[in-house]
């Protein structure tokens, strides 16, 4: 299996040099070649498999250049830090599957791609004799997945900038009590697009990333979509029997990986009817699929703060299987976003998003209510983002049908939003309220450039 650009630039690589590129080095994102098919009859052998099992089966079929023994460590390895025997269980309630993702050490879904990441660094990093420092910006989830993920891990540091007191209690918590040689949290006195900016202009220095090994963490690199195909094959595998019909899955949406992860997995034949792309006021992607409308405006906050995002920078995956495969197609629609603020689509092709997606948009006041109306009739406790996912998936899929709504996030870990929607206090889980107690370590610095720098240089391994 061979990689290749969204943005046709480069030769195609082998699995292991697009999970060291991440960003493709044209501009573009990685995609294989081609999609693997899996039979039904290969489908229906997979029921027996535990989740590594599992992940395994699918994973193996994009990767050529890791022994297979090797693969199934890192994979077993990647998946016994999660807390529940399934890994992502499915569970029943009020005629509405939820997916559970958040059983992995920062209780968001982000988990499940990276642990899975970090053991792949390591192993490649061993292998070439390199080594790689990661820089990231982050509002909560990503950063703090991504250091338990690479945390006293050989060859690689990691370097988090969070805007200082603007993320939650518990995930400022689950970065900062990581006190491993290895991890750097610097909390920035500005906002989230103030670290941002920073970490743009620290990559956007060609000799200063070439010096030091920087590398990426976020949605783009290939590895982390793969890792999440897998459980839309196992949620299938779970409500499912001989006879199934197709299914449809309902997703919190902010950057498109997720999702896309599941376009991946209809591609290679799993029975997927609908996917349902949910979002929250940043809905750009939403006027897209319902209106042909993707035009950007400006990002709100809410109380699904990992879905506040405009451009969605796995989009352009997406982009290029819409667009026939043809990179000239995406470039030219990457130059009309940078010109135009926009993207036009033929009805042809709008009429194909519309046979991929249905999409619904759910304000804040809507989620707090989807919170205590889920609660008050089944006992189940949505967080905000599965709330979003879950009030569209009720609003757009017919009753009738499998709806498996993927449940992002912990309600314990945006326990204020849960809590002021209830007005009662959530259980906390013991991994939660152990952080109270651990020793921190944080770096809090001004938002300069130059101060950002100076503590990297002088803590990069
Ligand atoms: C990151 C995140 C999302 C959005 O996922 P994308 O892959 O960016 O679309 C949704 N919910 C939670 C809790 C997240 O952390």
Redesign the pocket.
Known sequence: MRYISTRGGINPIPFKDAVMMGLASDGGLLLPQSYPLVTREQLESWRGLSYPELAFEVISRFVDDIPAVDLKKLIEHSYASFSHPEVTPVVKRDGIYILELFHGVTL???DVALQFLGNLFEYILAERNQKLNIIGATSG??GSAAIHGVRGKKGISIFILHPHGKTSAVQALQMTSVTDANVHNIAVRGTFDDCQDMVKELFGDLEFKEKYSLGAVN?INWARVLAQVVYYFYAWLRVTDETAAPVNFSV????????FAGYVAKKMGLPVDKLLLATNENNILTRFINKSDYSLSGVVSTV?P??D?QI?S?FERYLFHLFAENPERVKEAFAELKERGRVSCSSGEMAQVRNDFCSASVNQEATLQEIREFYAETGYLL?P?TAVGVRAALELLPPDSSRICLA??HPAKFSETVERSLGFQVPVPDSVKELYGKPTRCEIMDADIAKVREFFVAHVG
């Open positions: 968001a879904f982000k989830d990503t949605s919190p949406t902010g950057n498109f990986g997720d999702i699904s990992s879905m995002i969605a796995n967080d983002h992002t996030a």
